[in-house]
């Protein structure tokens, strides 16, 4: 008789022992394990930006990775150990080189210097204006009086004192921080400048496309779309905004990348354009496109921190593999940190991360459409510790408005470009078309201050508006990795009782 086991027979052996295997659901670092890096690292530079050393706060990483696992995860397999201990080898590499940048500051060497380079950037700034000056030395910032006339894209030969960028005395702005985001350490005192036209850049296309949309749009339109095509904001326009609460309409994030990345994607993706384009041609096209835009715009941290993003998920279609929104976004922050930590005290980085995150694990839930305005709310509450701590209070009318905004806008912003090409195209009828946008703005600018209005009261910061933006933070994040059962909460809660005892 033939020993061997009927095939029959080794399937149902084969059956009852992968029933007798517990199941473990895909939830927390299986679900998004470079959200724990990035907690580990984040905790990591904010020690380190309180004076502790590098090394020191560099174990804080991968402390946080093991106690955050260990507290949050109820089901752990055979594999959980090694697995947990890799990502925090992970971090603490990644904490080691972000804090020993941090806290080595750039030597700047106080004397006389002379170069010639391209402006890749000039805004207002007080009652001054601001240019970048990318010469062959090195990047400089400099401090112009506003009748001083350099665009973007010019050539600049320059001699003047360099020093080092310093905060102002009794600011809690960190503008050496903000500047070193941007790669920038030093500031030129010029004592001589001359300017000439440049050649060819992206500098200078800005310059010439700024041009056109000021001279051949209305006022609310050309305001608006300066403000999200090329990340210029219109003074009176941004005022109008932060009484409304809306700032963030203004500036450049994932909300306007988002906007591009799935107009482009949904063009390639009409049946006539399929039949030539497969699907990894249209995200490669929508890649480049993506790309365009965001350093078109200015590259500002949240633009930067979406693109990433949204590359990631083009890249798993690309490479036929899917990917989770959260770990896209924490891939995206961590890759940003990495190549320059300081992005961490930029108030535009955290505020996208954060709203980005919280997207992420409400999308992780499954949530209805009917949930957008909730979710809306959500992020203004738990962006509401950070807002207040850098800009001092916000206004109540933001809570009813940003239930609408984004929404409207994501409509209104396409349709606004769409009406707005005949004049920027000089054709005949461009005025007409153009003349709608500019009637549509106005009406929202009517409604937001109606609401505002109706909404005059401010908040400012408070520890228990804090605790309870920072609280809804972390719970909804811990809801999108775990189910939110009873040692989720209470994990969340410990969390925010040590950050808050730290903090």
């Known amino acids: 008789m033939n020993s061997e086991h009927s095939p ?77 201990s890799f990502l925090s080898l992970l971090a603490f590499a990644c904490a080691l080189s972000c804090c020993y940048r941090l806290s080595s500051a750039a030597h700047i060497e106080a004397g006389v210097l002379g170069d010639e380079g391209t402006v890749v950037l000039e805004r207002s700034w007080g009652s001054r204006r601001i240019v970048l000056v990318d010469a062959s030395s090195g990047k400089y910032l400099m401090r112009l009086p506003p009748n001083r006339s350099v665009l973007e894209g010019d050539t600049i030969s320059f001699s003047g004192r360099a020093k080092a960028i310093v905060s ?46 000021l001279l051949s749009l209305p006022y609310r339109t050309r305001g608006y779309l300066l ?35 799935f107009a482009v994607w949904r063009l390639l993706s009409f049946p006539g354009i399929r039949l030539v384009c497969s699907r990894r041609t249209t995200a490669v096209f929508s890649s480049l496109f993506l790309w365009v835009y965001v350093f078109l715009a200015g590259g500002a941290p949240g633009a930067l ?94 809570t009813a408005l940003n239930l609408a905004a984004l929404p409207l806008f994501s409509l209104l912003y396409p349709l606004a470009l769409f009406l707005s090409l005949p004049s920027l195209l000089a054709l005949p009828c461009g005025a007409f078309f153009s003349g709608i946008a500019e009637g549509l703005f106005t009406l929202w600018e009517w409604i937001a201050e109606s609401v505002a209005a109706f909404l005059p009261w401010t908040l400012a910061w408070s520890p228990l508006f804090a605790t309870l933006g920072g609280g809804l933070f972390l719970l909804v994040v811990a809801g999108g990795l775990y189910p939110l059962r009873g040692r989720t909460i209470a994990g969340a809660g410990i969390f925010l009782l040590t950050a808050v005892f730290l903090l």
């Open 227 to 261: 403000a999200t095509v090329l990340g210029v904001r219109d003074p009176d326009l941004t005022e109008a905004h932060r009484r409304w609460g809306t700032s963030h309409l203004l500036a450049v994030s994932g909300f306007h990348v988002g906007l591009v990345a």
């Open 8 to 84: 029959l027979e080794q399937y149902s052996r084969a059956e009852r022992n992968l029933c007798s295997v517990p199941f473990v659901p895909r939830e927390g670092a299986a679900r998004g394990p470079l959200l724990f890096i990035i907690a580990g690292l984040s905790v990591s530079i904010i020690a380190v930006s309180r004076g502790l050393s590098a090394p020191a706060a560099s174990f804080l990483a991968p402390l946080t990775v093991w106690g955050l696992l260990l507290i949050l995860s109820e089901y752990r397999p055979s594999r959980f150990f090694p697995y947990v």
């Open 305 to 398: 921190r979406a693109a990433l993003m949204i590359q990631a998920l083009f890249l798993g279609r690309i490479l036929g593999r899917k990917g989770t929104p959260l770990n896209a976004v924490s891939l995206a922050a961590l890759l940003l940190l990495l190549w320059r930590p300081a992005w961490f005290f930029d108030i535009g980085w955290r505020l996208s991360v954060m709203a980005a995150l919280l997207l992420a694990s409400l999308g992780e839930r499954r949530l209805s459409f009917g949930m957008i305005p909730l979710s809306s709310l959500c992020i203004w509450i738990a962006s509401f510790p950070q807002v207040t701590a850098t800009f001092g209070e916000v206004p109540v009318a933001g």
């Open 168 to 213: 102002r005395p009794g600011s809690s702005f960190r503008e050496d921080l903000y500047w070193e985001a941007r790669g920038v350490s030093t500031e030129i005192v010029p004592d001589s400048m001359t300017r000439r036209t440049g050649g060819w850049s992206l500098a200078l296309w800005r310059t010439e496309l700024r041009k056109r949309i």
